[in-house]
């Protein structure tokens, strides 16, 4: 869960600092994506 939140703040930063629309910002989302379906799997499942 400390993942998720810390990838959050550093998507904000980056959003910030490079636009919503960045390449860069896009990654960011991406693997933050990938954390919360991660995350929601493990709650489904236990």
């Keep these: 869960m400390e993942c998720i ?3 959050k ?3 904000v930063e ?3 600092r490079s636009g919503l629309t960045s390449t860069e ?3 960011c989302s991406q693997e933050l994506d ?3 379906n991660v995350y929601q799997r493990q709650a ?3």
């Design 34 to 36: 990938i954390l919360l």
């Design 25 to 27: 910002t896009v990654k």
């Design 5 to 7: 939140k810390e990838k």
């Design 44 to 46: 489904f499942f236990n």
């Design 14 to 16: 980056i959003a910030d």
């Design 9 to 11: 703040e550093k998507l």
